[in-house]
């Protein structure tokens, strides 16, 4: 059903908004039975491009405002002053449709934590089913991995010299070789990664749940819809207001509202619906329908550092996006074999450590990644991408400590909302990097990545005293686009919603996203937030 259909005022029995990682499977699974009418809001428009299938195009999808919201933080009072460009999926599928596709389930340790502070139902134990649910990995564990499920997730295997290399240096190192990180016990060493892709072609949420549903008679999805606030009867939520065109619509929920719009999306939505702060709110000329203080606060994001280098053999992105014979070469490759650089858009190996004697966890990253450049979008040649084989290895915390918070500046639903990560503010983080920055130059001393090493680009070898380390640490940082906790799950007063994903003190109204977790899932996020959704259809469907 298409938005021309929907009459003035229509109602449903679901009303999602948003249709990222976890919208998208909520259409699904609570549209399946048949018996439920459900309207789905997206504010961007279709994922109808080969941009968004091929995992290398990612580098054309970070600049192309069609695709993404391209947002700004406030400046980082530990950053010298520096803002930071954030930019986010706004297309069917949200983030997993331009994310670096990563598959990543996350360290089990995390969630048994946000079952120790009272999120009852969300260890990994409790997880397990819906990561095994969401998942096709045929050749895993299948008391573990899950098989023929909707998302894709592929083996990087023997991918070339310059993966091979780091590798073998990171055990030279110290951490060793394992078979499958997701299996539940082997979070810690070092491995090939695993994508979210099928036969090299993107395993999107919507192309995996929302696609197969389009065709239901009993789905809505309405795009271009910016969604502009939660309509509320007393304490009830009972539709949404959104604008389609230049006019205002309204969509009434029999049964709940749903909030699928992001980390950075879902808190603005709840504030401009007078959930927050009252204190914030009044100061923003918004109308308080509910007190809720912790509504944008919790505000967590995975950052990196990195080192670069130039290679001494032509086997990285950087030389295939300056010559059109290896252009052809590998365009080659992936239409035949469905192999090659065209079908990964990031990391290709990673080892997660133990950053001193004294850690009780992996809580360190270092990534390889095959291409190097003046800052992390720096994808092609005209976006400052080095004019030589060049490799990156990006140095990341999984459990960063600095916490910041976002709010909306106006009642104006077009206006972006403030945002402040307070990147660094914990000197601990500061001090981890620190860290991770002399292993990751250890292990590129190694012998096997030594010899592939022409010299380290950035920061450099002249930078090596801790001053100085520090300042290059400040002024090179920046997101890994892992934002999360806005409307954190809780039983204490700072919570936005309970381990049934309901907004505190309210009826009628769910938050399904990444801004529930209490912490960062450590690392990425994209699978995390599959598996919260279809946890989260369940407890939906129980409650039906």
């Known amino acids: 059903m298409s938005s021309p259909e929907i009459s003035a005022d229509a109602s449903f029995e679901y009303v999602i908004v948003g249709a990222g990682s976890a919208g998208c499977v909520l259409a699904n699974r609570l549209s399946e039975n048949g018996r439920n009418s459900v309207l789905l809001l997206e504010a961007g428009g279709s994922d109808a491009s080969v941009s968004l299938r091929i995992p290398i195009l990612v580098a054309k999808i970070l600049q192309d405002e069609r695709f993404t919201w391209q947002l700004t933080t406030e400046p980082q009072t530990s950053q010298k002053g520096q803002a930071q460009r954030w930019v986010q999926g706004k297309v069917l599928g949200g983030s997993s449709s ?29 997880l397990l089913p819906y990561f095994m649910r969401l998942e096709d990995f045929p050749s895993g564990n299948e008391r573990v991995r899950g098989r023929g499920g909707p998302i894709g997730c592929t083996q990087l295997r023997d991918f070339d010299p310059l993966s091979d290399a780091f590798l073998r240096a990171c055990e030279e190192a110290g951490s060793p070789r ?9 979070y810690e060493g070092t491995f090939y990664s695993q994508y979210s892709t099928r036969r090299g072609l993107r395993s999107s949420a919507a192309v995996a749940y929302l696609r197969p549903a389009m065709k239901r008679a009993n789905l ?31 969509s009434l929920a029999r049964k709940e509202v749903i909030l699928s719009a992001g980390t950075l999306h879902t808190p603005k939505l709840l504030e401009l619906s007078g959930v927050g702060n009252a204190d914030i709110l009044r100061e923003r000329g918004i109308a308080v329908t509910h007190h809720l203080p912790g509504v944008g606060e919790n505000l967590r994001d995975h ?104 709010h909306v500046r106006s009642a104006d639903p077009r206006e972006q909302a403030a945002m402040d990560p307070r990147y660094l503010s914990a000197e601990e983080d500061l001090r981890m990097y620190e860290k991770g920055i002399r292993i990751a ?14 010299r380290e680009t950035r920061p450099g070898p002249s930078i090596e005293s801790e001053a100085e380390i520090i300042d290059y640490i400040k002024s090179s940082v920046s997101t890994s686009w892992h934002m999360v906790g806005t409307c954190r799950m809780g039983n204490d007063r700072m919570a936005v919603v309970d381990p049934q994903l309901r907004v505190h003190g309210l009826t009628g109204l769910r938050v399904v996203d990444a801004s529930i977790f209490p912490t960062i899932p450590s690392s990425n996020t994209n699978i995390p937030t599959i598996a919260a959704a279809e946890k989260a259809a369940d407890m939906i469907s129980e409650a039906d």
């Open 98 to 126: 331009i994310n670096g596709n990563l598959y990543v389930r996350g360290d089990p340790i995390e969630y048994d934590s946000w079952a120790a502070q009272g999120c009852i139902g969300w260890s990994y134990e409790d």
């Open 178 to 186: 394992v078979a499958d990180y997701n299996d539940g016990r082997s």
């Open 220 to 250: 809505a999805v309405v795009t271009r819809a910016l969604a502009t606030r939660v309509l509320f009867d007393g304490l009830r939520a009972c539709g949404v207001e959104y604008l389609v065109g230049g006019q205002t619509r309204r």
């Open 303 to 406: 950052t990196a550092t990195r080192l670069t280098f130039e290679c001494n053999r032509p086997v990285t992105i950087n030389d295939i996006a300056r010559s059109p014979w290896l252009k052809l070469r590998e365009g080659i490759r992936f239409l035949v074999r469905r192999e090659g650089l065209l079908t990964i858009s990031s990391s290709t190996a990673q080892t997660n450590l133990r950053a001193s004697p004294e850690s009780n966890r992996a809580d360190l990253l270092l990534r390889l990644q095959p291409f190097s450049g003046r800052d992390r979008y720096a994808r092609t040649p005209k976006l400052g991408m080095d004019m030589f084989p060049g490799f990156t290895m990006s140095i990341g915390i999984l459990n960063p400590r600095s916490v910041g918070w976002l």
């Open 441 to 454: 130059r250890h292990v590129a001393s190694r012998p096997a990545l030594r010899q592939l090493i022409v």
